[in-house]
């Protein structure tokens, strides 16, 4: 459900931080390129690779992603999402082992968050006019009770099963159908990373659509920094600011946020994160969750969730799992220069 990068990267890559060894002179490589949507963008300290070797890198990593997308895209009409969801049957789908990992993590995810998390909210997003793309005036219409009901009724993550023997995923209602899009940037990102591994580089940063992985140091006495943008700085256009930063190594850190995607109608506005348990758009003062964890993918899940819950059931439940995750409220006057909470178990990862 999240369409526009909340993660501003606090690099200073244009000057150097301390000393570098010898061959380490100079900012990270950076190479980029496009995907799902959005951008992507990987730096590599001079130490692991030569310049003359990022081409090569560039493909390897877009032809990655490109893979990503061929499975779980619900743009692109012969991923393997859009093949899954208009296929009319409860038979055994076979899918990529990446796809079956993210379906099973998502199971976990909306167990664990209580039914917050829930990839089945398919014909929810589109209802509310945050699927495909529609015209203004459909954005504008609210739906009524019953239509949400009857979405509702098409829904459920306990309808997914996983088999990851010969990978497939099934349905037990033929017509369920998944949007990943909460998810799947954090796999890529993983999966990028994994790339990387694979190639003996040892030190690396990775981010899609502003949901990061970083492994080791940007130099060898230098962590690699990130920073949590302010919802604040939306209210003055044109302008960007971070709410905090943070070194990071060996993590990975998403956030969700509720104050880019939305529209209004009779003054009320709506936003693109929807409860799966109402059926509607959150109306909690929560403008935005941060979680880091072990992987993208787990991060990018569990600030959807904990975006979905609010301030006040979030933080419990963060707190309960242990969870590393930075809540950002609004002010009560409907500001966003809110204070700011953090999981209690995350205070050495959230400075404050």
Same mark, same amino acid.
């Given at each position: ?22 061959? /380490? ?35 390897? &990593? ?48 909306? /167990?664990?968050?209580?039914? +917050? ?18 015209? /203004? ?15 509702? +009724?098409?829904?459920?993550? +306990?309808?997914?099963? %996983?088999?990851? $023997? ?9 017509? %369920? ?23 003996? &580089?040892?030190?690396?940063? %990775?981010?899609?659509?502003?949901? &990061? ?54 003054? &009320?506005?709506? $936003? ?39 301030? /006040?059931?979030?933080?419990?439940? +963060? ?34």
């Amino acid at each position: 459900m999240r369409l526009a990068a909340l993660i501003l990267v606090l690099l200073a890559s244009a000057c150097s931080e301390s000393a570098s060894p010898p061959n /380490d002179v100079g900012p990270p490589y950076r190479i980029s390129g496009g995907t799902m949507g959005t951008g992507w963008m990987v730096l590599v300290p001079r130490r692991h690779v030569e310049a003359t070797d990022l081409a090569h890198l560039t493909d390897l &990593i877009q032809s990655e992603l490109d893979q990503v997308n061929d499975e779980m895209s619900h743009y692109q009409g012969d991923s393997e999402l859009t093949r899954f969801n208009e296929a009319n049957t409860t038979n055994w789908f076979p899918v990529a082992a990446g796809f079956a990992d993210v379906v099973q993590l998502a199971k976990e995810v909306h /167990d664990q968050s209580r039914g +917050a998390f829930d990839v089945t909210i398919a014909p929810l997003i589109d209802l509310w006019g945050f699927g495909a793309p529609q015209d /203004d005036e459909r954005k504008k219409a609210v739906p009524t009770p019953d239509e949400i009901v009857a979405a509702q +009724a098409r829904c459920g993550t +306990a309808r997914l099963e %996983v088999r990851h $023997s010969s990978p497939a995923i099934k349905k037990t209602l033929a017509d %369920v159908q998944m949007n990943l899009s909460a998810i799947a940037k954090g796999h890529g990102v993983d999966r990028v990373g994994a790339l990387l591994d694979g190639r003996g &580089i040892t030190d690396w940063f %990775v981010e899609i659509g502003g949901e &990061i992985r970083v492994k080791g140091r940007k130099l060898a006495d230098t962590p690699w920094r990130v920073g949590v943008e302010s919802p604040s700085a939306l209210v003055r256009p044109g302008r960007r600011a971070t709410e905090r930063t943070l070194p990071l190594e060996d993590r990975a850190i998403a956030t969700s946020g509720d104050y880019r995607n939305y529209w209004t109608a009779d003054g &009320i506005r709506y $936003s693109h994160t929807l409860d799966p348990r109402t059926g509607a758009p959150v109306r909690h003062g929560c403008a935005s969750v941060s979680v880091i964890s072990d992987t993208c993918a787990r991060a990018d899940a569990w600030a959807t969730a904990l975006l979905v819950l609010g301030p /006040d059931e979030g933080l419990k439940l +963060a707190e309960a799992r242990g969870i590393a995750a930075m809540f950002i409220v609004r002010s009560p006057g409907g500001g966003v220069a809110g204070k700011v909470t953090y999981a209690s178990r995350a205070t050495t990862t959230f400075p404050h």
